[in-house]
């Protein structure tokens, strides 16, 4: 099946700084999809991309559709100690099929 | 407004008994999914299927699991004879009909062999 590569796997950083996050995979995806999962929760979408190229942003957080469509990026920006979490990209197929990295744990020290 | 819901929310079973977790899509929503997570891991995609049809089942493992999505009430997802190694959080996602619809989560059911 298709491989996502997700990195980094984990961050620790102070309050206010900036985030960056990224998958890669060998596959072309019709769709890219960040979610963000907490402790004894399950994972909650944070922003979908649907083409090439298309960048999207929700309040803090930036995602881009890569153009080769075989990868994406989340950014963060001004961090703070609620967006402590583990993120996960996924990638979904033409028929529907999604696939996730193995996530990106974040820490946020205040 | 209900998400996806998924009971129960914890299971225990003694090794050799059978385990059923189900999964209620969320209202319209006629794709669903299941995921398999292991403590500080990742997301394995188990499982998808549309109302009595399974779609795509190469992340099953060939023996003692199986799962069903019948035209009527939830979707199971079943472990027979459980092993110490099928203890996992088992997360379902459901999607509208069509392409290009994200998924949304249930909270899971952390399943514990005893």
């Known amino acids: 099946g298709q491989q996502l590569n997700q990195s980094p796997q984990s961050m620790f950083i102070q309050e206010g700084e900036d985030v960056s996050m990224n998958c890669t995979s060998s596959?072309?995806?019709?769709?890219w999809l960040w979610y963000k999962q907490e402790p004894g929760e399950g994972p909650v979408l944070l922003i979908a991309?649907?083409?090439?190229?298309e960048l999207t942003s929700n309040g803090r957080l930036t995602a881009q559709f890569g153009i080769t469509r075989k990868d994406s990026f989340l950014n963060i920006s001004a961090s703070i100690p609620s967006d402590v979490g583990i993120y996960f990209c996924?990638?979904?197929?033409?028929?529907?099929?999604?696939?996730f990295g193995a996530g990106t744990r974040l820490t946020v020290k205040p | 407004n209900a998400g996806v819901m998924q009971n129960p929310r914890h299971l225990v079973r003694r090794r050799g008994q059978e385990a059923r977790l189900r999964c209620s899509p969320m209202?319209?929503?006629?794709?669903v999914y299941w995921y398999r997570q292991l403590p500080e891991e990742g997301l394995k995609f188990m499982v998808y299927?549309?109302?009595?049809?399974?779609?795509?089942e190469s992340g099953m493992p060939k023996e003692r699991f199986s799962a069903e999505f019948p035209k009527e009430g939830p979707s199971i997802l079943r472990i027979q004879q459980v092993v110490r190694g099928d203890s996992a959080a088992y997360f379902c996602?459901?999607?509208?009909?069509?392409?290009?619809?994200?998924?949304?989560f249930g909270n899971g059911t952390r399943l514990t062999v005893t």
């Open positions: 596959s072309i995806f019709n769709t």
């Open positions: 991309l649907y083409k090439a190229g």
């Open positions: 996924a990638g979904q197929t033409n028929n529907n099929d999604m696939r």
């Open positions: 299927l549309q109302k009595e049809n399974i779609i795509d």
């Open positions: 996602a459901s999607s509208p009909q069509g392409k290009d619809s994200p998924l949304h």
């Open positions: 209202k319209g929503h006629s794709h």
